[in-house]
């Protein structure tokens, strides 16, 4: 029997990386942008490095361990747009709350305008005549996951050719994608809306897909020109928050979110959990349901993180369970994984204040390689990019 392409465990991600490193150099330069079947020139590793599963730190070590540093540079730096899109958002958390608003309007317009109705329909079903969208609504919806250039040029057809809301888009594709990720998606769509970076719009053009597909589609009818969409410029970026330290002489359980499930660090700097739980938030990445296909992903990393613990695991269904086994384990504080914006950090807001009249505190710990790429998102990526040689040292990949 063929294995799932997307298992969710540590061990087949770390089997992926390794398969994958000794095309990790210029030859994923030279081809990456090409989307052909079977994805042969990407590493297709965003499910598990977006629960990590597999780190970032992993990920450039293995590659750095089979190529030089110039070589490798392209894919390097698309693993650190990562980084520096979840720094973005996280120092302008608002953004995913505008966002998340403006699906909301979206979905009331969906219930009132039938037309619109029709038109999303058919677009989030693959029937709207348009052969390379079409296919690309389907493969989402069959395997969870598309191409970084099927992304772009599909982003682009459903807002400057079939003229639908960006922000219902964005929501299709959390609601699809395994690597479903509140800052890489949001962000991406807004790139692509010409709202990230103002004035600057991505279009997709027929000749461009025909060539990076090796001729699989040649899309008819595609918009030629578009203008940017409105919308206010975001915030100025807030401070970083501080991670905060546990207490070494008091009882302390270990909370899972689908965040980050590396958790060797903790054991690293010393956390020995009497107990651990799992609460998983996938059903809150959309006010519609989720796909099975993503929970089932979410809850397959959860128990795979669990199984790597010594302490016992209990699943939790929502903040209240957490609430429960934290007193019955007879905890003083839970420590959990920086929860970055996103449903996890908000459902994880609701389990502080449900954990305060017991006395029993949330300690959100972070992971180095966070706490230093973050403060560095304030301006556009090239600013950022700068940073990434001394990121690199500072994240001492031989120890990773
Ligand atoms: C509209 C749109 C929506 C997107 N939504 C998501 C999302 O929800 N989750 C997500 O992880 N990525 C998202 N991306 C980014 C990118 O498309 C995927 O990370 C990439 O296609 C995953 O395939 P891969 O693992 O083969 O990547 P590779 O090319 O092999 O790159 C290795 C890793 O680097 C990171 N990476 C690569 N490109 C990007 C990028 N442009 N932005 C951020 N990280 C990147 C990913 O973790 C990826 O696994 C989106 C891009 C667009 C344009």
């Given at each position: 029997m063929t294995p799932p392409r997307f298992s969710p465990d540590r061990a087949a991600g770390l089997d992926r990386l390794a398969r994958f490193v000794p095309q990790a150099g210029r030859a994923y330069a030279a081809r990456r942008n090409h989307?052909?079947?079977g994805h042969p020139h990407v590493s297709g590793l965003?499910?598990?490095?977006?629960?990590?599963l597999v780190t970032e730190a992993e990920v450039i070590a293995a590659t750095l361990g089979k190529h030089s540093a110039d070589a490798a540079e392209?894919?390097?730096?698309?693993?650190?747009?990562?980084?520096?899109?979840?720094?973005?958002?996280?120092?302008?958390?608002?953004?995913?709350?505008?966002?998340?608003?403006?699906?909301?309007?979206?979905l009331d317009r969906i219930a009132t305008e039938s037309g619109l109705r029709a038109d999303w329909q058919a677009a989030c079903?693959?029937?709207?005549?348009?052969?390379?969208?079409?296919?690309?609504?389907?493969?989402?919806?069959?395997?969870g996951w598309l191409h970084n250039h099927a992304r772009m040029w599909f982003a682009s057809i459903w807002i400057f050719t079939l003229r639908l809301p960006w922000a219902l888009g964005a929501d299709f594709f959390l609601r699809h994608l395994l690597d479903g990720d509140p800052a890489s998606n949001t962000l991406g769509w807004r790139w692509v809306a010409g709202i990230q970076t103002r004035g600057k719009i991505y279009?997709?053009?027929?000749?461009?897909?025909?060539?990076?597909?090796?001729?699989?589609?040649?899309p008819q009818g595609l918009a030629r020109s578009a203008q940017p969409l409105d919308s206010p410029p975001p915030p100025a970026p807030r401070a970083l928050p501080a991670a905060a330290g546990w207490h070494a002489d008091r009882p302390a359980g270990l909370l899972l979110t689908e965040e980050d499930l590396t958790t060797g660090w903790l054991a690293d700097?010393?956390?020995?959990?009497?107990?651990?739980?799992?609460?998983?938030?996938?059903?809150g990445r959309s006010a519609l349901e989720v796909a099975p296909g993503v929970h089932a992903f979410t809850r397959g990393a959860l128990e795979d993180a669990t199984a790597r613990q010594e302490a016992p695991g209990t699943a939790?269904?929502?903040?209240a369970a957490v609430v429960a086994w934290a007193r019955a384990e007879g905890l003083a504080q839970i420590v959990t994984p920086w929860a970055p914006t996103g449903?996890?950090?908000?459902?994880?807001?609701?389990?502080?204040?449900?954990l305060a009249p017991h006395a029993i505190a949330l300690v959100r710990a972070r992971l180095g390689w966070d706490s230093r790429a973050w403060p560095h998102a304030t301006h556009g990526f090239f600013r950022f990019r700068a940073q990434i040689p001394q990121l690199l040292r500072a994240a001492d990949l031989a120890a990773a």
């Open positions: 989307d052909l079947e965003s499910p598990w490095i977006r629960h990590r392209k894919f390097i730096q698309e693993v650190f747009w990562r980084s520096y899109w979840k720094g973005w958002l996280e120092l302008r958390p608002g953004v995913w709350h505008d966002y998340r608003r403006e699906v909301g309007h979206g079903r693959g029937e709207t005549g348009i052969d390379a969208f079409d296919h690309w609504a389907r493969e989402l919806v069959d395997t279009l997709a053009q027929a000749d461009n897909i025909a060539r990076y597909t090796d001729g699989r589609f040649r700097r010393g956390l020995r959990p009497r107990a651990v739980a799992t609460l998983a938030c996938a059903a939790c269904a929502d903040p449903p996890a950090a908000t459902a994880l807001e609701t389990l502080e204040a449900a």
